[in-house]
């Protein structure tokens, strides 16, 4: 049997934050996704406690605002992927507006932080979500293009084939081989 789930993302994240929050006995104040004021100092070893129970769910406490602001866009960039109406914005002007910083300032921290520029992160995620359905739906290429927005097939492939090494087809025929020699 198979279970598919749908969820927020944002508001799964917000409700784990407020779970170990609430448990750990911690008032605070969730300004964003990736901030929260605590309304009271920790000592070390109730720090030491919440990142406990927050690596369980694989978040991390980070001491760097700006580390905390390119999660926030890796964040705000995967919704944005997600999101046909976001992409009617372009994705520089989308992130400056809900950021409020300048593109040129988010860009250069990316960058920085990450040693890729956002424009080849983005790449990188269309293209895993393009495996993802690829791997997971019956969709055909020019269905998988669509529904991330590429101008064509053959630009998804091109990216495709930059980024993995391998033709969507090639993918594609891998992963049936590997059903057919591997079947649940």
């Known amino acids: 049997m198979t279970l598919y789930l749908k969820y927020d993302l944002s508001q799964t994240y917000k409700s784990v934050i407020e779970f170990v929050l609430k448990n750990a006995n911690i008032e605070y104040n969730l300004v964003n996704l990736n901030e929260v ?37 890796k964040f705000l960039i995967d919704l944005y992927l997600k999101d ?62 669509f529904e991330l927005n590429y101008s064509s097939v053959a630009h998804l492939s091109t990216q495709f084939k930059k980024t993995t090494g391998l033709t969507p087809s090639a993918f594609q025929r891998i992963i049936q081989k590997r059903k057919s020699m591997f079947p649940n």
Request: net charge negative; charged share 25%.
């Open 84 to 145: 046909k109406e976001a992409q009617l914005r372009n994705v520089s002007d989308f992130l400056a507006e809900e950021l409020d910083y300048s593109y040129a300032y988010l860009s250069s921290l990316f960058s920085e932080a990450t040693f890729t520029s956002i424009e080849s992160f983005i790449i990188l995620r269309k293209v895993e979500m393009a495996k993802e359905l690829l791997l997971k739906t019956s969709m055909s290429l020019t269905e998988v293009a």
């Open 37 to 73: 004021q605590l309304t009271t100092p920790l000592e070390l070893s109730e720090k030491v406690e919440l990142q406990d129970q927050l690596s369980t769910f694989h978040i991390e406490i980070v001491d760097d605002p700006k580390l905390s602001l390119v999660q926030r866009m």
